[in-house]
């Protein structure tokens, strides 16, 4: 089967998730993920269920399979903070709402940060949280993304995530994104990524992963940074990404990449279309910004 990549695209007030199929498209992406509104509010507008028509149909003619496409939850959002509890529960709530009149059946979250509450007191408020949205009827899988452990980041550990897991009733709505910039950013080294894999399936069950982000990372393993790099150019490197994208058991799994727009004359442009193109000839591009350039001009 062919890969399954795309990268972050944008969902506009007016074209909703239709300019999203169609800004992947223009990257020659078979999936993408998008945010319903803007990542760092909670400002949502209505879903217009025309537009969705459309989108649906334009992905059928263009071999976009619905269920390879994800949401991403704001990340303000903070389930292990109780102190906006009614808050975050409502929001995600209708969030979720969202997502499934979209047709979308993964909504990645991040899991929260404890801001000095402590990390079991943390995981506890994320776990009420999540047991409060999900419900036998939920179409969507809550993606729980593994995280960088900057600041007081919770989920940075393969334990941590198993333990909210654990602690979650209905089992079968949540699910894991692993995000290659924040593991290795984490202490995860990539590359030895077989072992990391078999860490991931001891611990977590390799049946609880649902999504890859892929991202270089602009520092070494461990740095707790969370700062994103263009594919091959950070210090993860070509190598050690092509092979988690074409490991044999991730075949199946949707792979987005969420590098950064790259600095050009012509002013902040996205490189996935040809960050795609380089993964998809397996030969790293030393060229890149050049490339992005000359297309958009
Ligand atoms: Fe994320
Ligand atoms: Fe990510
Ligand atoms: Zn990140």
Do not use: W
């Not at 903070?81 to 979720?96: A, G, P, Q, S, V």
């Not at 047709?103 to 979250?109: A, D, H, I």
Request: hydrophobic share 35%.
């Amino acid at each position: 089967m062919d890969l399954i990549i795309g990268s972050h695209v944008s969902f506009s007030k007016d074209k909703q998730m239709l300019g999203s199929v169609i800004e992947a498209l223009s990257y020659k992406a078979n999936t993408f993920m998008f945010y319903t509104g803007a990542p760092q509010n909670t400002n949502r507008s209505l879903i217009d269920d025309k537009l969705t028509e459309l989108a649906h149909n334009l992905m059928l003619n263009e071999n976009i399979n619905i269920k390879d496409v994800i949401v991403h939850a704001p990340y303000i959002i903070n389930l292990a903070n109780d102190k906006n509890y009614d808050f975050n529960i409502k929001f995600l709530k209708e969030e979720i709402k969202r997502v499934e009149k979209l047709g979308v059946s993964k909504l990645v979250l991040h899991p929260g940060s404890h801001v000095g509450l402590g990390i079991e007191a943390g995981i506890n408020n994320i776990i009420k949280s999540l047991n409060d949205c999900l419900t036998p009827d939920t179409k969507v899988i809550i993606c729980l993304e593994t995280m960088a452990g900057k600041g007081s980041e919770l989920g940075c550990t393969f334990e941590q995530l198993k333990t909210i897991i654990d602690g979650v009733k209905e089992k079968d709505k949540i699910g894991v994104c692993l995000d290659t910039c924040h593991i290795s950013d984490a202490g995860y080294d990539l590359n030895n990524f077989d072992k990391v894999l078999e860490e991931f399936d001891n611990i977590i069950g390799l049946d609880k992963l649902k999504v890859l982000h892929i991202n270089d990372s602009k520092n070494i393993c461990g740095a707790k940074k969370d700062r994103h790099e263009n594919i091959g150019y950070g210090q993860i490197g070509f190598d050690n990404l092509l092979k988690i994208l074409y490991h044999d058991k991730l075949k199946d799994i949707p792979k987005i990449l969420e590098t950064p727009y790259v600095d050009t004359e012509l002013g902040k442009l996205a490189p996935y279309k040809f960050e795609i193109q380089m993964i998809r000839d397996k030969k790293f591009n030393d060229h890149l910004i050049n490339d992005i350039v000359l297309d958009n001009k």
